[in-house]
């Protein structure tokens, strides 16, 4: 065990990658190279057998919160362009991690017997990423009844949702949905800020709404979005701008809106500002949100946001 944790297991990989390496890990019946090892590469194959090693566990870490989570028959390879494993190009240069390991997995499926189209990945991944991070926080403060909660209400989606990157969409709504229900808005904050702290740490941003909507977009969570100039109160230590966003992943429910990834992203680019407040109205190209962050927060809608009548 090299840790117990998604960003222990994800700090002790990185600290074995080599940008300038010639070995990498990837899927032997897929050709995909799945996170955390999707962008690394290793100085040489001991060094990259131990990083496969430890994104089975980060793998099999993420399952523990969604068991839909897509399984890989990880094998390293030298770094070359592979796109499509087939039995020749897995004899060599490829090896599985260890000769103990070589066929442990290869008879479990992928999920529904395929692998997520390669545009999806990213959201799936982010999607998993954020729910275990959040699952993770809920567990170590205690909130164990909410914790169950969410995972009673995504095992019933999964009876009903048989697309597995829908299914992903899902768990966070479901997440989001509990929490307000659950917890007041000032252990919602907390929660989440706490949870922000476990994902992979990134740069404070004087852009962060911005900065946040471009990683939600390439992610595949938003189609697109504009952005109002931010009004800013210097008395009150507060700043709010207003949002609109086009092709969001998230649905409503019962009223009200999951704003859940947004509001962690937002405590990743800057922590110094606070999220504070979403208000959220249906507009006919998507969704416009009113946006607060601030110094000293009093929070209120910040897993999910009533949906208001559009002005």
Not at 213 to 230: A, C, F, K, Q, V
Request: net charge negative.
């Amino acid at each position: 065990m090299v840790g117990t944790t998604l960003v222990e297991i994800r700090a002790h990989i990185e600290t074995l990658a080599d940008e300038n390496g010639g070995y990498l890990v990837r899927c032997g019946r897929t050709g995909d190279r799945p996170v955390p090892v999707s962008e690394l590469k290793f100085d040489d194959r001991t060094t990259a057998q131990s990083a496969a090693r430890a994104a089975e566990q980060y793998r099999a870490t993420l399952r523990r919160y969604d068991p839909q989570v897509p399984r890989y028959d990880l094998i390293v390879c030298q770094d070359t362009e592979i796109p499509n494993a087939t039995p020749e190009s897995r004899a060599c240069p490829c090896q599985l991690p260890s000769s103990e390991e070589q066929i442990r997995t290869l008879s479990e499926p992928i999920i529904n017997g395929r692998t997520p189209k390669a545009e999806r990945r990213r959201l799936v991944e982010f999607c998993h990423n954020s729910a275990a991070a959040v699952f993770e926080t809920l567990s170590d403060c205690g909130y164990d009844s909410v914790e169950s909660a969410v995972m009673d209400a995504y095992f019933e989606h999964a009876e009903t949702v048989s697309d597995p990157d829908d299914l992903c969409l899902c768990l966070l709504e479901s997440m989001a949905m509990e929490l307000d229900e659950r917890l007041p808005p000032a252990e919602q904050a907390e929660v989440l800020a706490n949870a922000a702290d476990r994902l992979s740490p990134a740069e404070a941003t004087h852009q962060p709404v911005s900065t946040t909507l471009s990683i939600l977009e390439d992610r595949g969570l938003l189609g697109g979005y504009t952005l109002s100039p931010w009004s800013v109160e210097l008395d009150e230590g507060i700043r709010s701008t207003v949002v609109r966003l086009s092709e969001y992943a998230l649905s409503p429910r019962n009223g009200r809106l999951p704003v859940l990834p947004i509001v962690l992203e937002l405590h990743q680019q800057q922590p110094d500002w606070h999220p504070s407040s979403v208000r959220v109205a249906a507009i006919d190209e998507g969704w416009r949100l009113d946006l607060v962050l601030a110094r000293e927060t009093d929070p209120d809608g910040l897993a999910s946001a009533p949906i208001e009548s559009a002005l």
